[in-house]
């Protein structure tokens, strides 16, 4: 039986009147009661599209608002719903899990990043350290979701699937306080020349890290449980070979020619995970793949990434890659400049990739060898 997993940035999904982000001059951005009406609607018929199997979610800002998305596509009694209130400012993840395909067995959000998590090199006060760097995070600003689904049917009943939703910081340029860039009163703002570029900076450091931290958690869970497939569903706000988004998904190799031993051996292998894009680039004359538009770039910042046991070479192989899909028409409308529900239902592409059930053949000295083996190059 097909397996089909997807992610869906919800565009600030939450309650009518329920706080959300800062605004400049204080208070909070809010959806009016007929905003929040046709942003359940369109959700919901965005939802019956989709119509996949594991959905994980972005800026779900309430549990509530997306129980009212799934009874108004018809779909609440259809999925297991894993989902929590966010706080001003804090937008949270969530999964949807059909029922008919899963029991969830266990999930959790993580708010900090690991404890042997270090981003540090050298002495950054000593002038003749070229290299040094110091960077530093405690929390995760928007904590992924981890959850272990059960398979109900089909020929892997009863084996797990661990499912991470995952949101990385924006690109959008951060605010700088006033402790690190102080401006005396009545004068003109020294950093206001560089506050794009600094802020623009920040986001992606604070990106970086915690794609770092997001990765570690990954390694670290793959390496404790090698047999069991897992797959990462989200907005990680940057391109597929991005840096960021390479560090999430580990960089395995692709096979790329007959006798190439890529997705059968070493480390990366073993813990890296395959983007859907790729895939179906291998699978498509043209790539036409993209989630976001921004000052009319079309990009791809949302992702389904899926380890060995789905990728069509691996000697581990339970599902083989099928197809991927992308909606994305909403993101022309002429009205996508518009900053309401009523303009702009959504703001990025949704995203699923479908799998189907295909156990590699048993193969004498088949299985991946062991972390820390060199990787084949393609």
């Keep these: 039986m097909p397996i089909s997993l997807a992610s869906f940035n919800l565009y600030n999904l939450q309650s009518p009147g329920a706080p959300m982000h800062r605004l400049p001059r204080g208070g909070h951005s809010a959806w009016t009661a007929d905003e929040y009406a046709k942003k359940i609607r369109w959700t919901a018929s965005m939802l019956q599209r989709l119509d996949a199997d594991a959905i994980g979610f972005q800026e779900a800002w309430s549990a509530a608002a997306l129980a009212d998305a799934f009874a108004e596509a018809g779909l609440d009694k259809a999925y297991h719903l894993v989902a929590r209130d966010g706080a001003p400012g804090r937008p949270q993840v969530a999964l949807a899990a059909r029922r008919t395909r899963f029991d969830v067995r266990g999930f959790g959000w993580t708010e900090t990043v690991p404890e042997h998590f270090r981003l540090r090199r050298g002495r950054v006060d000593d002038a003749d350290d070229l290299d040094a760097v110091d960077v530093r995070i405690a929390t995760l600003s928007r904590p992924p979701l ?26 959008r340029p951060m605010d700088l306080d006033a402790r690190h860039y102080p401006a005396a009163r009545g004068q003109p703002n020294p950093w206001a020349p560089y506050r794009e570029a600094i802020g623009s900076a920040l986001s992606t450091v604070r990106r970086a890290a915690e794609a770092v931290a997001l990765r570690m958690m990954l390694t670290d869970a793959m390496l404790a449980e090698p047999d069991l497939p897992v797959a990462v569903l989200g907005d990680l706000n940057d391109a597929t070979l991005s840096v960021t988004t390479t560090l999430v998904s580990g960089e395995p190799a692709y096979k790329l020619w007959a006798r190439s031993t890529a997705g059968t051996t070493g480390a990366r292998t073993l813990t890296g995970l395959y983007t859907a894009e790729t895939l179906q680039q291998y699978r498509s004359q ?20 899926v380890s060995r046991h789905f990728y069509d070479h691996s000697p581990d192989r339970l599902w083989s890659f099928k197809e991927l899909k992308v909606w994305n028409d909403h993101l022309h409308d002429a009205n996508r400049s518009g900053k ?8 990025h592409g949704v995203v699923a990739a479908y799998f189907d059930d295909n156990r590699a053949p048993a193969v004498e000295g088949g299985a991946v060898a062991a972390a820390g ?3 084949d190059a393609g």
């Design 146 to 171: 981890h959850a272990r689904l059960r398979l109900r049917t089909g020929p892997y009943r009863g084996r797990e699937l661990a499912v991470w939703v995952a949101h990385l910081k924006s690109k």
């Design 286 to 305: 043209r790539d036409v793949y993209y989630t976001h538009v921004h000052a009319n770039r079309l990009e791809s910042l949302d992702h389904v990434l």
């Design 340 to 347: 309401t529900a009523l303009q702009w239902p959504g703001d």
């Design 373 to 375: 083996e060199r990787d």
